[in-house]
């Protein structure tokens, strides 16, 4: 099998595969074009190789065209699973806008950049002030409800499989449990009920390399995100394992064989 990537660091864990710069694309066409699959494109690759070329990529197009920024993702857990979104507004900026999410939400309440990662591009907004300072920067108010939470959970899967799943616990007095804004990770027991969530939605949208960020409110989950490109900081020998879950995808399922060789995650009903 001819394997393609265009992400060195991502596919360590995958022997066999020739890498080419993303930038020198169009220099390797014909190899290209002989590959049975292109791994890890960049977004502005995406369209070019799938419509212009026929290629399969992977990760899947969903995760790619879902993951490009979070209304494209909250639209879609909206209509997949509505009862498992924080209340959630996405508005313009105009004076109505903020008047409404105002009313809707009272203060604080959490904005967030629609495409930044690690925690990035999130703020908590205390007043209408801190309102149009955030606003004043931004095309569209992306606004959320704060739920009382003191944690989230990272769940990753690949292929429909769950790689690893930890806690990320906010430090004291902050808003953001994200592992490079001071998150501590924690491998206590994981709720079935997140781990349930996160597979849905993954199969339901054709998502197969993701870290879905998820909440526990009195034992309900609410999904947050999902990143495509997630941080390996709590996953164990991560090249090795991911990159084994990638191999059992490009084989269309053909090896069935655990590729994490630990025992399963400690889930709580």
């Not at 009313?103 to 703020?123: D, H, L, N, Q, T």
């Not at 993954?202 to 998820?214: E, N, V």
Request: one cysteine or more.
């Amino acid at each position: 099998m001819k394997l393609i990537t265009f992400d060195v660091f991502r596919t360590l864990g995958i022997p066999g595969v020739r890498y080419i710069k993303p930038e020198r694309m169009y220099d390797h066409l014909e190899e290209i074009r002989q590959a049975d699959w292109l791994l890890f494109p960049e977004y502005w690759q995406v369209n070019s190789l799938v419509y212009g070329l026929g290629k399969r990529i992977f990760p899947s197009l969903a995760s790619y065209h879902l993951g490009h920024n979070k209304v494209e993702q909250t639209r879609a857990f909206l209509a997949r699973c509505p009862e498992h979104v924080p209340p959630t507004e996405i508005l313009g900026t105009s004076r109505a806008s903020l008047d409404h999410v105002e009313a809707r939400f009272g203060y604080p309440f959490i904005v967030k950049r629609i495409k930044s990662a690690m925690g990035e591009g999130v703020s908590l907004i205390a007043s209408r002030d801190a309102l149009l300072e955030h606003v004043a920067e931004e095309t569209v108010l992306y606004a959320q409800q704060r739920l009382p939470i003191d944690r989230d959970l990272r769940i990753v899967l690949v292929g429909g499989k769950v790689i690893a799943a930890y806690w990320r616990v906010t430090p004291l007095g902050g808003y953001r449990a994200n592992v490079s804004q001071g998150g501590r990770i924690c491998h206590e027991t994981i709720p079935e009920a997140a781990i349930a969530l996160a597979r849905r939605l993954a199969r339901d949208l054709d998502i197969d390399h993701a870290g879905f960020d998820i909440a526990l409110v009195d034992g309900h989950p609410y999904v947050f995100e999902f990143n495509r490109l997630f941080g390996n900081q709590g996953i164990h020998d991560s090249s090795r394992r991911i990159g084994a879950a990638i191999q059992r995808v490009l084989d269309l399922g053909d090896d069935d064989r655990d590729p994490d060789g630990e025992p399963p995650l400690q889930l709580t009903a």
